[in-house]
């Protein structure tokens, strides 16, 4: 009987667990209307000056990035959850994964119409910052492989259009 009891109590435990498990499983929580904001990025340590254009639709956590190659910066990017406003930085970010970059051996990259640097494997992630009235994009590139270190960061200024 004292068996029975015990695999009942674990029995409700675990089933309490999963409720609440499930109830906490929701996902993202986004407020926010429509949005699309282009900027001229400039200032860009990353790459050339160029075009980044990012958009979110109402209520959704969702970020769709369209940016020119040769700005240097990641071709996607998230939302976090909350309100987002995509022309003052607040809750989103550019990122992507297992893509090369080439970099010099003093951790540098090299112009890009050039084809000199080692080819590097990296996963970036960029996070957007408020400073007084700039916006600016503070990335930086880990290597893709388990030990993760830093091997490239980089910034530009966004200024929206």
Same mark, same amino acid.
């Given at each position: 009987m004292?068996?029975i009891l ?8 675990l089933?309490?667990?999963a409720?609440?498990?499930?109830? $906490?499983?929701?996902?993202k929580?986004c ?6 904001? +282009?900027? $001229?990025?400039?200032h860009n340590?990353?790459?050339a000056?160029g075009i980044?254009?990012v958009s979110t639709p109402?209520?959704?956590?969702r ?5 020119? !190659?040769?700005?240097g910066?990641p071709?996607?990017? $998230? ?5 987002? $406003?995509l022309?003052?930085g607040?809750?989103?970010?550019l990122a992507?994964?297992n893509v090369?970059?080439?970099?010099? +051996?003093?951790?540098?990259?090299p112009?890009?119409d050039?084809d000199?640097?080692?080819?590097v494997?990296v ?18 590139a880990?290597n893709?492989n388990? %030990?993760? !270190?830093?091997?490239? %960061?980089?910034e530009a200024v966004?200024?929206p259009?």
């Amino acid at each position: 009987m004292k068996v029975i009891l015990m695999n009942l109590a674990a029995t409700a435990a675990l089933a309490t667990t999963a409720v609440l498990l499930v109830a $906490d499983s929701g996902g993202k929580g986004c407020h926010q209307p429509a949005q699309s904001v +282009t900027f $001229d990025v400039g200032h860009n340590t990353c790459g050339a000056p160029g075009i980044l254009q990012v958009s979110t639709p109402q209520d959704t956590c969702r970020l769709d990035v369209e940016v020119e !190659e040769r700005t240097g910066l990641p071709m996607t990017g $998230d939302v976090y959850d909350g309100t987002v $406003d995509l022309r003052q930085g607040i809750n989103w970010y550019l990122a992507d994964m297992n893509v090369f970059i080439h970099l010099n +051996t003093d951790g540098g990259t090299p112009p890009a119409d050039t084809d000199s640097g080692t080819p590097v494997e990296v996963n970036r992630a960029c996070e957007v910052l408020l400073e007084g009235e700039v916006l600016r994009l503070k990335c930086t590139a880990r290597n893709a492989n388990l %030990a993760n !270190e830093q091997v490239h %960061a980089c910034e530009a200024v966004l200024t929206p259009r």
